[in-house]
């Protein structure tokens, strides 16, 4: 079984590295206006295909070992954390699909969607990090990042739905803040996941549900 649970290791970690590059290369993606679909989608699918070979993997080793306690918590976790990591991959995709969609454009205001970005980078490599430490505690820190994300997201849909004045509303650019927001949901749905991992973290060591708060 100690091999299976160090195989199963192995592709979370490797999960983390490819999920973390997939949202930082969607992000410059949308910095810099260059055009990474085809990379990002490949490495989208190749984290599916290592979250169904996680999945495969713990339920052979709980089938055929029966574990308990922490190697019952670990396996567990790890299918949690497998899908979190996925789920990074797929987000960072679907930002590349609406810069394919809506088309990269130069003159928008990008501070929102980059300020958010920032935090949620800070985010990822917490959580890679509380995995690699196992770190019970990240949790604590990483839910506060995510209230600074959701606020950030809620105060740049009030901006977009009441202008402060009529100029707001003629600079305002409909490709721009479209496509802004779509992006900020998403950098919002990766910053939930990596509280879940770190949640994760926190069961695997402690047995117990994460306090969030």
């Known amino acids: 079984m100690d091999l299976g649970i160090d195989r199963i290791r192995n592709i979370i970690m490797d999960m983390a590295k490819l999920s973390e590059q997939s949202v930082f290369t969607s992000i410059d993606s949308y910095d810099k206006g260059t055009s990474v679909k085809k990379q990002i989608f490949e490495w989208s699918e190749k984290l599916r295909v290592l ?30 954390i497998a899908y979190g990591f996925s789920r990074f991959g797929r987000y960072a995709y679907d930002i590349v699909e609406v810069l394919e969609t809506i088309g990269h454009i130069n003159d928008c205001d990008k501070t929102a969607v980059l300020g958010m970005a920032s935090t949620v980078r800070e985010m990822i490599l917490l959580s890679v990090e509380a995995l690699q430490l196992r770190d019970k505690n990240a949790s604590a820190k990483l839910y506060e990042m995510d209230d600074t994300v959701d606020a950030l ?55 117990r549900s994460s306090p969030r708060r």
Do not use: F, W
């Not at 055929?64 to 670990?74: M, N, S």
């Not at 490709?175 to 509280?195: G, K, P, T, V, W």
């Open 51 to 80: 979250q169904d070979e996680t999945a495969d993997l713990a339920i052979e080793l709980i089938a055929r070992y029966q574990p308990v306690a922490t190697d019952l918590r670990l396996i567990r976790s790890c299918m949690e």
């Open 153 to 207: 997201y809620r105060k740049y849909l009030r901006e977009v739905i009441t202008p402060q004045n009529d100029q707001d509303k003629k600079d305002m650019n409909p490709r721009c803040y479209i496509s802004a927001l779509l992006i900020l949901r998403y950098l919002e749905r990766i910053s939930d996941h990596a509280c879940y991992i770190s949640d994760s973290i926190h069961y695997i060591m402690t047995g």
